[in-house]
């Protein structure tokens, strides 16, 4: 599978941005997915992960209550919501896909994921 995701940007403290992550060459539901991003001389942290069929969630301390994921199974898309946005949120936003995952799973770990996406920018300004 190839993911591509897209709508990061410029964004003023406080503001919205929804990412969006597509994928093509076999269909997105095989897969769970997980958003990572990676600020500048930070290492790769965990943003939201779903399951495959999109029941189940969890996210990260630092965005829980403010981001959202969610995935379109049809449209073989899935998104990141992100509201109430930080200058700490600033960085290169990843999706990646985990093959051969349960139905109900949910992964956190960079290491489980064998597809990623090529990464969007988000840069949240004070």
């Known amino acids: 599978v190839q993911l591509q995701a897209s709508g990061g940007g410029l964004v003023q403290a406080g503001g919205s941005l929804r990412l969006s992550c597509e994928a093509s060459g076999r269909a997105l539901s095989n897969y769970a997915l997980g958003w990572f991003r990676q600020g500048p001389g930070k290492e790769r942290e965990l943003v939201a992960v779903?399951?495959?069929?999109?029941?189940?969630?969890d996210y990260g301390d630092p965005v829980k209550g403010r981001f959202t994921v969610s995935r379109d199974n049809a449209k073989n898309t899935a998104y990141l919501q992100m509201n109430s946005l930080k200058p700490e949120d600033t960085a290169v936003y990843y999706c990646?896909?985990?093959?051969?995952?349960?139905?109900?799973?949910?992964?956190?770990?960079?290491?489980?994921?064998?597809?990623w996406g090529q990464g969007t920018q988000v840069t949240v300004s004070s």
């Open positions: 779903i399951n495959k069929g999109g029941r189940f969630t």
């Open positions: 990646a896909a985990k093959s051969n995952a349960i139905l109900s799973g949910l992964y956190y770990n960079v290491a489980d994921y064998s597809y």
